[in-house]
């Protein structure tokens, strides 16, 4: 980064903590409460997003995970997972402090933690859309970085998720 500006490029590929993968498809300059800013234009699957070219679009994104990155996460996921707050409120904000931070590895964390909540308990519905969404960014950067197949990314994740709530006490269905 230099004169505090982001400095990527058409075609770069990003990760939003939000959006999840991105590919930067072009600037534009656009006024907001009065002042000019330039913006990147991202692309996800989903959704079109402008992302500041200043150092506060920094804190939102990081580069696109490896082959030993996904790695290292699968064995995150495989772990026993750690509980949950049982309080809706305060398990929802953290949950939301944690997908912040951005970082493969404590989404992969959460992942498996918010897996292991639905295996011993009821979910509320937002706690399984946030769910939904983190496991299809987690497996659409997976296919994207280390060219693999769908199909098998989303195989991986189960069996990890499986080994890592084996020995939960099951009360309902899992996801």
């Given at each position: 980064?230099?004169?505090?500006?982001?400095?990527?490029?058409?075609?770069?590929?990003?990760?939003?903590?939000?959006?999840?993968?991105?590919?930067?498809?072009?600037?534009?300059?656009?006024?907001?409460?009065?002042?000019?800013?330039?913006?990147?234009?991202?692309?996800?699957?989903?959704?079109?997003?402008?992302?500041?070219?200043?150092?506060?679009?920094?804190?939102?994104?990081?580069?696109?995970?490896?082959?030993?990155?996904?790695?290292?996460?699968?064995?995150?996921?495989?772990?026993?997972?750690?509980?949950?707050e049982?309080?809706?409120?305060?398990?929802?904000?953290?949950?939301?402090?944690?997908?912040?931070?951005?970082?493969?590895?404590?989404?992969?964390?959460?992942?498996?933690?918010?897996?292991?909540?639905?295996?011993?308990?009821?979910?509320?519905?937002?706690?399984?859309?946030?769910?939904d969404?983190?496991?299809e960014?987690?497996?659409?950067?997976?296919?994207?970085?280390?060219?693999?197949?769908?199909?098998?990314?989303?195989?991986?994740?189960?069996?990890?998720?499986?080994?890592?709530?084996?020995?939960?006490?099951?009360?309902?269905?899992?996801?």
């Open positions: 980064m230099a004169n505090n500006q982001l400095e990527l490029t058409k075609g770069d590929w990003i990760v939003h903590n939000r959006h999840g993968l991105g590919q930067i498809t072009g600037m534009e300059t656009k006024e907001l409460l009065g002042k000019r800013q330039d913006f990147y234009v991202v692309r996800t699957e989903s959704v079109t997003y402008w992302l500041p070219r200043s150092e506060s679009g920094a804190e939102n994104i990081r580069p696109v995970a490896n082959n030993e990155a996904f790695k290292e996460a699968i064995g995150v996921i495989a772990q026993a997972p750690k509980p949950l049982e309080n809706f409120h305060r398990r929802l904000s953290n949950i939301h402090e944690r997908i912040q931070e951005s970082s493969l590895l404590t989404k992969a964390a959460l992942i498996r933690d918010m897996y292991a909540r639905n295996v011993e308990k009821d979910v509320h519905i937002n706690e399984r859309k946030i769910f969404v983190l496991e960014q987690f497996i659409s950067e997976w296919v994207a970085a280390c060219n693999i197949d769908r199909e098998m990314a989303q195989t991986e994740l189960r069996k990890a998720l499986m080994k890592s709530s084996a020995d939960l006490k099951v009360k309902k269905n899992r996801f």
